[in-house]
């Protein structure tokens, strides 16, 4: 008999984590962190009462390395974890950047130095489509999801009963992944774990938004502007440079894109990914078709750091802001709550032949969410003790880019699936209602927890 414990992401998006347990074993999927508005001046929020059951864990599995669902698994092996966390190779890298750089922002908040060192030991690396064995009678096995790079749906295989977690994913084309793989429709899934981020909001199509996106920086160049875009370091902006190496291609030699922060790290770690294991032959194909091996060695593509090959980024932002020719800066933060884009604005915000272009979703109470909502005087805190007033003049568009799935995406999920019974996750609750109406209208039953719940016993 199984249980199904939530402690995080039954009603929201953020620090998401679940239990699944029967008489001898218990399992946790995702072990993240809620993040909050700069503003608030509030530290991350962990999963809710998770820690208690640490020393009894047989295994822990992650779908992906974003702080959301990554971010508390050091903290699991303080409070007591032994074991193994299951992940994907190219999860592996990523963790060792972003769990080092979230200590570095918040201090020994929920973990350690030696915490996040022994975690690291704890990896045990797995291929999509290859069946691992966690404990005796369960294994798992890891489905490209499509969302970024390395990241992953969960089959879990429990003594007969299957359990598909479906961790956010993307059912849509984009430059380095196919749309989302699923398992064999032959083999019905029992119990359906499924994210409802997008359920109660539109996306348009790939093609739309990389159009618009290109229209307004060829119209940013016509009048001698300079365009910024701040972008998410790990996905969205691997994705940007791989649009623009494409629909802009002629246009990057007259309009060069500098790339600056943390994403000059994860294009490494895609260059060092980019084989038929890990992204969609279409792109191996586009790069073998234009001499490269990878979007990031387009020569219209520039480190921040070939400006001058000495000195500190700060100075080297100052001289590209300084220089007469347009150019395009990608850098962070996607969500405008720090990082070198606020030295961008501080260059640039208050000419009108500029433009500020934001490619990623705003969570309200971020500065992001106060510049889409059409504020433009703000008071920007770099987190360093730098406070400065900025004035907008720029012209300001978002695009609404999304690495989740759509409603429509959802339900093709649950159609190919045809599980037993849904639990919806990782959505508000507004979303959460939407899919599950829509599904319920399908003939299938789903399920809401609440945090910290457990599904009656199945089956």
Same mark, same amino acid.
């Given at each position: 008999?199984?249980?199904?414990?939530?402690?995080?992401?039954?009603?929201?998006?953020?620090?998401?984590?679940?239990?699944?347990?029967?008489?001898?074993?218990?399992?946790?999927?995702?072990?993240?962190?809620?993040?909050?508005?700069?503003?608030?001046?509030?530290?991350?929020?962990?999963?809710?009462?998770?820690?208690?059951?640490?020393?009894?864990?047989?295994?822990?599995?992650?779908?992906?390395?974003?702080?959301?669902?990554?971010?508390?698994?050091?903290?699991?092996?303080?409070?007591?974890?032994?074991?193994?966390?299951?992940?994907?190779?190219?999860?592996?890298?990523?963790?060792?950047?972003?769990?080092?750089?979230?200590?570095?922002?918040?201090?020994?908040?929920?973990?350690?130095?030696?915490?996040?060192?022994?975690?690291?030991?704890?990896?045990?690396?797995?291929?999509?489509?290859?069946?691992?064995?966690?404990?005796?009678?369960?294994?798992?096995?890891?489905?490209?999801?499509?969302?970024?790079?390395?990241?992953?749906?969960?089959?879990? /295989? *429990?003594?007969?009963? @299957? &359990?598909?977690?479906?961790?956010?994913?993307?059912?849509?084309?984009? =430059? !380095?992944?196919?749309?989302?793989?699923?398992?064999?429709?032959?083999?019905?899934?029992?119990?359906?774990?499924?994210?409802?981020?997008?359920?109660?909001?539109?996306?348009?199509?790939?093609?739309?938004?990389?159009?618009?996106?290109?229209?307004?920086?060829?119209?940013?160049?016509?009048?001698?502007?300079?365009?910024?875009?701040?972008?998410?370091?790990?996905?969205?902006?691997?994705?940007?440079?791989?649009?623009?190496?494409?629909?802009?291609?002629?246009?990057?030699?007259?309009?060069?894109?500098?790339?600056?922060?943390?994403?000059?790290?994860?294009?490494?770690?895609?260059?060092?990914?980019?084989?038929? /294991? *890990?992204?969609?032959? @279409? &792109?191996?194909?586009?790069?073998?078709?234009?001499?490269?091996?990878? =979007? !990031?060695?387009?020569?219209?593509?520039?480190?921040?750091?070939?400006?001058?090959?000495?000195?500190?980024?700060?100075?080297?932002?100052?001289?590209?802001?300084?220089?007469?020719?347009?150019?395009?800066?990608?850098?962070?933060?996607?969500?405008?709550?720090?990082?070198?884009?606020?030295?961008?604005?501080?260059?640039?915000?208050?000419?009108?032949?500029?433009?500020?272009?934001?490619?990623?979703?705003?969570?309200?109470?971020?500065?992001?969410?106060?510049?889409?909502?059409?504020?433009?005087?703000?008071?920007?805190?770099?987190?360093?003790?730098?406070?400065?007033?900025?004035?907008?003049?720029?012209?300001?568009?978002?695009?609404?880019?999304?690495?989740?799935?759509?409603?429509?995406?959802?339900?093709?999920?649950?159609?190919?699936?045809?599980?037993?019974?849904?639990?919806?996750?990782?959505?508000?609750?507004?979303?959460?209602?939407?899919?599950?109406?829509?599904?319920?209208?399908?003939?299938?039953?789903?399920?809401?927890?609440?945090?910290?719940?457990?599904?009656?016993?199945?089956?």
């Amino acid at each position: 008999m199984l249980e199904i414990t939530v402690f995080g992401a039954s009603d929201s998006v953020g620090k998401s984590c679940l239990m699944i347990s029967d008489k001898d074993h218990h399992v946790i999927i995702d072990a993240g962190i809620q993040l909050h508005p700069r503003k608030t001046r509030m530290l991350s929020t962990p999963p809710e009462g998770v820690d208690v059951f640490a020393p009894e864990l047989t295994a822990l599995l992650l779908s992906h390395a974003h702080i959301d669902h990554s971010a508390y698994i050091p903290a699991l092996y303080r409070a007591g974890y032994k074991g193994l966390t299951y992940m994907t190779t190219p999860t592996r890298d990523i963790l060792q950047i972003l769990w080092k750089d979230h200590l570095k922002i918040e201090g020994p908040h929920h973990y350690g130095v030696s915490d996040m060192h022994k975690a690291q030991s704890k990896i045990s690396i797995h291929k999509y489509n290859k069946k691992f064995k966690i404990a005796d009678g369960i294994t798992a096995e890891f489905y490209n999801a499509s969302h970024i790079l390395g990241s992953s749906s969960i089959l879990i /295989d *429990w003594e007969g009963t @299957r &359990i598909f977690y479906s961790g956010d994913f993307n059912n849509a084309k984009t =430059p !380095f992944h196919d749309p989302m793989v699923y398992p064999d429709p032959d083999n019905p899934i029992d119990i359906l774990l499924i994210e409802t981020t997008n359920a109660d909001r539109q996306i348009a199509s790939r093609k739309v938004v990389t159009s618009d996106l290109t229209k307004s920086l060829l119209k940013c160049y016509a009048r001698g502007g300079k365009a910024i875009i701040p972008s998410f370091a790990l996905g969205r902006s691997q994705e940007i440079q791989a649009y623009l190496m494409n629909d802009f291609d002629s246009f990057l030699h007259k309009f060069p894109l500098y790339v600056d922060g943390m994403i000059l790290e994860m294009n490494e770690i895609y260059r060092k990914y980019l084989t038929r /294991d *890990w992204v969609s032959q @279409r &792109i191996l194909l586009e790069l073998k078709d234009k001499g490269l091996t990878s =979007p !990031f060695d387009h020569d219209g593509i520039h480190s921040i750091d070939e400006i001058s090959p000495h000195g500190k980024r700060i100075k080297k932002r100052e001289m590209l802001s300084h220089n007469q020719k347009s150019h395009i800066a990608l850098t962070t933060s996607g969500m405008l709550e720090g990082g070198p884009v606020y030295d961008y604005l501080r260059y640039h915000a208050g000419s009108k032949l500029n433009g500020l272009y934001v490619v990623g979703y705003q969570v309200e109470g971020t500065v992001g969410h106060q510049i889409v909502s059409g504020d433009t005087d703000l008071v920007l805190d770099d987190g360093f003790g730098d406070v400065f007033e900025v004035q907008l003049n720029l012209e300001i568009k978002q695009f609404e880019f999304s690495g989740h799935a759509s409603l429509e995406g959802l339900l093709e999920m649950v159609r190919y699936t045809h599980p037993k019974k849904i639990i919806a996750l990782h959505g508000e609750p507004s979303a959460q209602q939407t899919f599950s109406e829509s599904a319920m209208d399908n003939g299938y039953e789903t399920s809401i927890l609440v945090t910290r719940e457990y599904l009656p016993e199945y089956p």
